[in-house]
């Protein structure tokens, strides 16, 4: 059974929105984030949030554009995207641990678990 699950990635265009979802096979985590990667670029981590207590970080990156929420009735966690820009065009993938470390950024070193991804794409 694959312990997470994205959703909702695609093609759009500059200043469009997407809403990513991850669901989480009924599991529960610590610690949630989102990264993405881009082709030829290393896995960047771009939010987290602590479920439990309702703490949220962001890259500079995506600061004031992204949104990261979790339902843990529905055990899904969510990426609200909007004013995209074509820098954000990556693949995008949850992941999930047990350490809350935002000090110098996300590090997937510090997450255990990881969905397949999903692809978002932002054209001109």
């Known amino acids: 059974q694959v312990p997470l699950m994205e959703s909702g990635g695609g093609s759009v265009q500059v200043g469009g929105s997407l809403k990513l979802s991850c669901i989480t096979s009924?599991?529960?985590?610590?610690?949630m984030a989102w990264f993405r990667q881009a082709p030829g670029k290393e896995r960047e981590g771009v939010a987290a949030?602590?479920?439990?207590?309702?703490?949220?970080y962001y890259s500079d990156a995506v600061e004031g554009r992204f949104t990261i929420s979790h339902d843990g009735a529905k055990n899904t966690m969510y990426l609200q995207m909007t004013s995209l820009k074509s820098e954000d065009t990556a693949m995008y993938y949850c992941?999930?641990?047990?350490?809350?470390?935002?000090?110098?950024?996300?590090?997937?070193?510090?997450?255990?678990?990881w969905g397949q991804g999903t692809q978002v794409t932002v054209s001109s």
């Open positions: 992941a999930a641990g047990s350490m809350w470390s935002v000090r110098g950024g996300l590090k997937a070193a510090h997450y255990d678990y």
């Open positions: 949030i602590y479920p439990t207590g309702v703490f949220t």
């Open positions: 009924g599991s529960t985590y610590e610690v």
